[in-house]
C-alpha cells in the first residue's frame, strides 16, 4: 500500500494538513503515516547539554500528543488506514530518512497560508525539504477550505520532463482532475504560439485519456501576484509545479520566490521534482 507521510507539530497548520492527507488517502486508498519529530524540533538544537529528564518529557508528551490526533482524525475518517510515529532527531534528517524506505508516495505538509502570518516549526522547514525530497511535497495553506481535487493548474515552461513529473502527479494521487496547462510569457512579447501547439500535442499523446486545457498568459512579472492571479481566474483547487533541471523554476522563479510559494501558498501547491 502507498502512504502518504505528514510530518506534524500538532500545530494548527499542520493539523489542517492532516485532515487534507487522510480526504486525499479516503479517495485513494493509501496509507496515512504521520510524523512528529521532537526535541530538535523543539528547540532547533540537539540533545546536548538536554537532560535526560528533559529528553524523557518531551517523549512522553509527545507520544500523548500524537494518541490524541490519531484519536480525532480516526473518528473524522474511519475508513483511512492511519499511524502516528514520534521519533527523536531533527525534522529535515528524519523526513530525508523516512523517504529512503520507498513505501511513500506523497508528503503533506502545513503551512501559514496568505492570511496568516503565524510563525510554526513546520513553516521554517517546508522549503528544506521540498528541495531535499525525491517524492512530491504538497504543501497545505491553513486557510484551506474542504478537500477538493477537481481543478488543477500545471504550470509549465514547455519543457520535456515536465511529462515525467505529469506522470510522477498521476501515481502520487491516482485521480483524474480536470488540469489546466498554465504558461507565463512577459507581456508585450509575441505569445508563443507554437510552442503551445507543439507542447499540446506532446501531452495529449502522453496522456490521452486526460481531460485538459491550455493556455499562455501575459504578464508584466513571474511573481506571487502573477500566481495568484492565475488561480483565481481559473478557480483552482491544486497549483504544480515541477522541479527538473533548469526549469520553469529555474529559469523565471528565483529561489525567494519558490520559498515565498511554498511557505504562504494560495491554494494547495504540490512540487515535484523531474
Known amino acids: 500500500?502507498?502512504?502518504?507521510?505528514?510530518?506534524?507539530?500538532?500545530?494548527?497548520?499542520?493539523?489542517?494538513?492532516?485532515?487534507?492527507?487522510?480526504?486525499?488517502a479516503a479517495t485513494?486508498?493509501?496509507?496515512?503515516?504521520?510524523?512528529?519529530?521532537?526535541i530538535a524540533l523543539y528547540s532547533g538544537f540537539g540533545e546536548e547539554g538536554s537532560s535526560t529528564k528533559q529528553i524523557k518529557w518531551a517523549e512522553?508528551?509527545?507520544t500523548k500528543a500524537?494518541?490524541?490526533?490519531?484519536?480525532?482524525?480516526?473518528t473524522q475518517f474511519p475508513n483511512v488506514d492511519l499511524v502516528g510515529e514520534c521519533l527523536k532527531g531533527f525534522m529535515i534528517d528524519v523526513v530525508t530518512t523516512e523517504l529512503k524506505k520507498g513505501d511513500i508516495s506523497l508528503v503533506v505538509m502545513g503551512t501559514k497560508g496568505?492570511?496568516?502570518?503565524?510563525?510554526?516549526?513546520?513553516?521554517?522547514?517546508?522549503y528544506e525539504v521540498i528541495k531535499k525530497s525525491p517524492v512530491p511535497?504538497?504543501?497545505?495553506?491553513?486557510?484551506?477550505?474542504d478537500f477538493s481535487f477537481e481543478r488543477v493548474g500545471f504550470f509549465t515552461d514547455y519543457n520535456d520532463v515536465e511529462l515525467d513529473a505529469l506522470l510522477t502527479f498521476q501515481q502520487a494521487v491516482t485521480l483524474s482532475p480536470y488540469l489546466t496547462?498554465?504558461?507565463?510569457?512577459?507581456?508585450?512579447?509575441?505569445?508563443?504560439?507554437?510552442e503551445l501547439e507543439r507542447w499540446e500535442r506532446k501531452v495529449h499523446e502522453a496522456f490521452p485519456d486526460w481531460d485538459i486545457s491550455f493556455k499562455a498568459l501575459p504578464v508584466e512579472k513571474v511573481d506571487m501576484n502573477a500566481v495568484s492571479q492565475a488561480a483565481k481566474s481559473e478557480n483552482l483547487d491544486l497549483l504544480v509545479f515541477a522541479r527538473p533541471h533548469k526549469s520553469f523554476f529555474e529559469k523565471t522563479f528565483v529561489a525567494s520566490l519558490t520559498k515565498a510559494i511554498a511557505n504562504y501558498p494560495m491554494v494547495p501547491s504540490l512540487f515535484i521534482k523531474a
Open 1 to 24: 500500500m502507498k502512504t502518504i507521510l505528514v510530518p506534524t507539530d500538532f500545530s494548527e497548520n499542520a493539523f489542517i494538513a492532516a485532515e487534507y492527507a487522510c480526504s486525499l
Open 28 to 38: 485513494t486508498k493509501q496509507q496515512v503515516r504521520l510524523l512528529h519529530v521532537y
Open 60 to 62: 512522553t508528551e509527545s
Open 66 to 74: 500524537m494518541a490524541d490526533l490519531l484519536k480525532i482524525l480516526k
Open 114 to 126: 496568505v492570511s496568516n502570518i503565524t510563525e510554526s516549526i513546520l513553516g521554517s522547514t517546508t
Open 137 to 145: 511535497i504538497l504543501v497545505v495553506p491553513i486557510d484551506t477550505p
Open 181 to 194: 496547462m498554465l504558461h507565463f510569457y512577459k507581456d508585450g512579447e509575441k505569445a508563443p504560439t507554437k
